[in-house]
């Protein structure tokens, strides 16, 4: 089955063969990234932009974005992790599970994601938004990040937070390394962002959410983020149960500790990105 799903290049081996079975699997994401770079102009299209009445300060705005490409850092950072810890075999299926959901969440946070996040109440009860800003409808003219005081487009704040929802997919995949199909992961990443990640960041995130309104503080995604993406995480593997190799007691051997060692240092620096930009929220 291996040597089907990735067949061996002629006069390449060992780790050299990466960059094009890699190219290969992330060949798949053309499509929903073609979509996705067309979904702006038909939201701008149906929505008129009105110019707003307030100024965005330059130096928040341009913090806050270099807070959201330091973030986008994590998913390579897991990809390297994962794949230099695991085994040899699961190695490239483990890079693609990890950015995947660079592709897959970003679309479907334009689509619906910001909206349940940072929209209005559907049902009044603190739980998850309603639809009013799907397609990033009425998001070009409005204050974002206002809390303390930063004046930020809310478009700034959604690129932002789209960062923070792709590192908590690329967080969940650690649970099915070895375990699960590339395909019956992308519809996962899908069904998780929408049913798990987004009402939970309505009712922590937003002034209308449930748990706001009872107090709780969650800074830089220590409850939406991290402690989410490790239950889900941790549920996805007891569903998926045991590698066969470890049912028969076969010891599994890192693949590459360099590799493991260059996913860590990027996670570092890509976690001082996510912390600094949740600091002007």
């Known amino acids: 089955r291996l040597r089907k799903s990735f067949p061996r290049p002629q006069g390449l081996s060992g780790w050299r063969r990466f960059p094009q079975q890699l190219g290969n699997r992330l060949g798949m994401m053309r499509w929903p990234l073609l979509l996705f770079s067309l979904l702006p102009h038909f939201a701008a299209a149906s929505t008129p932009a009105p110019t707003p009445e307030w100024e965005a300060q330059e130096g ?83 204050f974002g990040l206002t809390k303390t005081g930063f004046q930020v487009s809310a478009l700034t704040e959604c690129t932002f937070r789209l960062s923070v929802a792709v590192a908590a997919a690329s967080l969940v995949y650690g649970g099915g390394i070895g375990r699960i199909r590339p ?18 960041s309505f009712m922590l995130w937003s002034e209308d959410g449930w748990l706001y309104n009872y107090g709780v503080k969650d800074f830089a995604g220590g409850l939406v983020v991290h402690l989410n993406a490790g239950v889900s995480g941790l549920m996805l593997t007891m569903l998926l149960g045991p590698r066969d190799r470890f049912r028969k007691k076969h010891p599994d051997h890192p693949f590459n500790l360099s590799m493991a060692t260059l996913g860590s240092g990027l996670l570092w620096i890509a976690n001082l990105g996510m912390n600094g930009g949740s600091a002007l929220g």
């Open 60 to 142: 928040s705005t341009a913090w806050v974005l270099t807070a959201s490409c330091l973030t986008l850092l994590i998913p390579p950072g897991l990809a390297f992790y994962y794949a230099g810890r695991g085994q040899s075999k699961n190695a490239i299926a483990t890079m693609f599970g990890s950015l995947a959901p660079i592709g897959i969440v970003s679309l479907q946070w334009t689509v619906v994601g910001w909206s349940l996040c940072f929209s209005g109440d559907l049902f009044e009860m603190g739980i998850v938004g309603d639809l009013k800003k799907a397609f990033l409808r009425y998001t070009s003219n409005e």
């Open 183 to 200: 395909g019956a992961w992308m519809i996962f990443v899908v069904l998780w962002t929408t049913v798990v990640f987004d009402p939970l």
